[in-house]
């Protein structure tokens, strides 16, 4: 994967080095409207779960 | 480390990432950028948890523990950034993160304690000092990830100390860190201690590490619940099936066993409802556990975890990029008994991708008939259905424009497997048992107009040529008739998932089936369809399942304008025969609507 290659922004911020102590400084930031986000699509799609019965 | 706001940037996903991912496939490096972006999303929630604290009862016990997990979880981060990355990665976490924040959004608390133990977990792990009162839940602390400690049933709360090498717990239990850990098998047991069951399996060079959950409360989240307490006996076996089932897939499925292998940390064997059924299960909520009930054999494992991986993967992808949008629209699809919405349809058509391409390369490793039989009914019934399925889900206009994209691609892989040569026999069967379930499917949730129907009825009765006109509308409404899988369904399923035990009872002749379920399954068709028929007109009740019967019966017989009707339009014929009662030839009429 080549670093000039297209690339899709994703719905989620990359925290994965943020240190846990300063997240609360992002409250008005993408952070918070990825998680209103979030929310969002828990409350259209409610919790999905795949669930499959080989038997059928 | 990242320490500035303005510099926080999204999760990108490659476009040869998507592509891969699309195909069903994706090697071990996409499936790191997935569960990278996992990572990111478990913090995110555990962060709006966080901020939900800050409003709680600072005299409340949860509360107090939250604050030290998430006080304790900072300094894991600070000093082993690998330790509090393990943590948040883990399915645990997430599945509790997840349920946090569904409570928050209904105005009711978060386990907020839960998180103490998580961080405590960590911390042990990676020898961080703490000093933590943590919860004490069946007379046990769980340590989410690696196991659980004893300490009594007195108190509901304990204090947990640890020095780095020593882990206390209240006033008696000390134990060593190098013994908290997970299981993996045969060795001394520690006193106070049950490590998590651990997997380590091993097959040409390439090895996989898995915990087996049963005793985590946000890992117990699927339709069945998860099998706890398992014996040691019941561990040793599911070891050996795991192992075996590892064999098949990096022996023959190389494609998928890697990827599982970095994607997939945790099986949470779950407790079936009858003998027969096997269920698996996936939640986006728990990012690498997969839930499945006892599989009859290391092959069906394999295909499991092969189905299961493809919905881990669709549910990674779905966080970080849109795919569908939801619609009050549900449709059918042909692996579920209920109506499913576009999101849904598109899991299974993903899953099925996966199924399809294990089958194609199973038929090739099999060496018994019965087997080889089983692996390309298989392959020819979920290729036919998520050829099919493709076209319900772009009907339904719900998917994003990157989801359109997501589909062509996933179909151009379906396409490639369309030439691909089944023998006769399997195709037949499974072009019976897809029927089957289609009209069964059919008969149970698709609505007619009754007026239309009344109409119908009544010009037939008058003895009138059918009208030239449009067949009444249907329309997907669910369980608008009842109609359960029949024994007969059964049978036909058992005829190729399970051949010796289908010879057996047809052997005994001791099954439940009406005379032309019997004869249909003799393979007698011409007099099923007789038996059917006159079942059908003699019967005072609708018989539901008889016309689906019936349909199976013509549709052994040579290709007919009769046999297009019953599959075509059979709600519509069992609702306008349904109308006109009893001492009417279903045929009769069937050649009416033809």
């Known amino acids: 994967m080549s670093s000039q290659e297209k690339k899709i922004v994703a719905a989620v911020p990359d925290l994965r080095d943020f240190p846990l102590d300063r997240l609360a400084e992002l409250g008005g930031t993408p952070l918070a409207h990825s998680i209103a986000l979030y929310r969002e699509r828990l409350k259209e799609n409610g919790v999905p779960l795949s669930s499959f019965n080989a038997r059928i | 480390m990242n320490n500035g706001v303005a510099e926080l940037k999204s999760h990108r996903l490659p476009e040869t990432a998507f592509t891969a991912l699309a195909a069903g496939r994706g090697d071990p490096a996409v499936i790191r950028l997935l569960q990278g972006a996992q990572q990111s999303k478990h913090t995110m929630l555990l962060h709006a948890i966080a901020e939900a604290v800050g409003d709680g009862d600072p005299a409340d016990q949860g509360v107090v523990a939250f604050r030290a997990g998430y006080e304790l979880l900072t300094r894991i981060q600070a000093a082993d950034p690998g330790g509090s990355a393990w943590l948040l990665g883990l399915p645990h976490l997430g599945g509790w993160a997840h349920d946090g924040l569904i409570r928050l959004d209904q105005d009711t608390s978060p386990d907020f304690a839960y998180l103490a133990c998580a961080a405590a977990a960590a911390a042990v792990r990676a020898g961080v000092p703490f000093e933590l009162d943590v919860p004490v839940r ?4 769980l340590l989410p990830g690696l196991g659980r400690l004893a300490a009594g049933d007195e108190a509901a709360w304990v204090q947990l100390r640890y020095d780095g090498k020593h882990l206390a717990v209240g006033d008696s239990v000390v134990a060593s860190r ?8 045969p060795g001394r047991p520690v006193p106070h201690w049950r490590g998590t069951p651990a997997v380590r399996v091993l097959a040409d060079g390439l090895a996989w590490d898995i915990l087996l959950v049963t005793d985590d409360p946000y890992l117990d989240r699927y339709t069945l619940p998860m099998s706890a307490g398992l014996t040691d006996h019941e561990l040793r076996r599911w070891r050996q099936l795991m192992q075996a089932a590892w064999e098949v897939l990096v022996r023959h499925h190389r494609w998928a066993a890697e990827p599982i292998a970095t994607g997939v940390s945790v099986i949470v064997p779950l407790t079936p409802q009858s003998e027969t059924d096997l269920i698996s299960a996936t939640s986006p909520a728990a990012f690498g556990a997969v839930a499945t009930s006892w599989p009859p054999d290391p092959v069906t494992m394999a295909e499991t975890l092969v189905h299961e991986f493809q919905h881990v993967k669709l ?5 970080m990029v849109p795919l569908a949008e939801s619609g009050p629209e549900k449709v059918y ?6 109506p499913r919405p576009a999101g849904g349809l598109l899991q299974g058509i993903y899953a099925h991708l996966g199924i399809v391409r294990f089958w194609q390369s199973q038929r090739q490793a099999e ?5 080889i039989l089983r692996a390309h009914v298989q392959f020819a019934r979920w290729r036919a259905a998520t050829e099919d399925a493709i076209d319900t889900l772009l009907r339904t206009g719900c998917l994003t424009p990157d989801g359109v994209r997501f589909i062509g691609l996933l179909r151009d892989q379906e396409r490639a497997l369309a030439d691909e040569p089944v023998p006769s026999p399997a195709r037949e069967i499974a072009t019976e048992v897809a029927l089957d379930h289609r009209l069964t499917w059919q008969i149970r949730h698709m609505a007619t107009d009754a007026a239309a129907v009344a109409t119908l009825a009544d010009a037939y009765r008058r003895g009138e040529p059918f009208p030239q006109r449009d067949r009444p509308e249907a329309w997907v409404e669910e369980d608008v008739r009842k109609l359960g899988s029949s024994v007969r369904s059964r049978l036909l399923t058992m005829s190729y998932l399970e051949p010796p035990r289908y010879r057996e009872l047809c052997a005994e002749g001791v099954l439940p089936l ?3 379920d019997r004869l249909l399954l003799g393979r007698d068709a011409e007099a099923a369809v007789r038996a059917y028929r006159d079942l059908i007109a003699g019967s005072a009740d609708p018989q539901p399942d008889a016309w689906v019967g019936l349909a199976l019966a013509l549709h052994r017989l ?37």
Not at chain 2, 315 to 319: A, F, N, V, W, Y
Not at chain 2, 584 to 589: A, K, V
Request: charged share 20%.
């Open chain 2, 138 to 141: 069946g007379g046990h602390v």
């Open chain 2, 367 to 371: 060496t018994d008939p019965d087997n």
């Open chain 2, 178 to 185: 190098v013994t908290l850990g997970p299981d993996h098998g």
């Open chain 2, 514 to 516: 009406s005379e032309p």
């Open chain 2, 315 to 319: 549910c990674g992808l779905l966080d």
């Open chain 2, 558 to 594: 040579p290709a007919s304008v009769l046999r297009d009707v019953f599959a075509a339009h059979l709600p519509v014929l069992f609702d306008v025969h349904s109308r006109l009662g009893a001492g009417h030839d279903p045929l009769d009429l069937a050649g009416w609507f033809g």
């Open chain 2, 333 to 338: 699809a042909p692996w579920r008994q209920d």
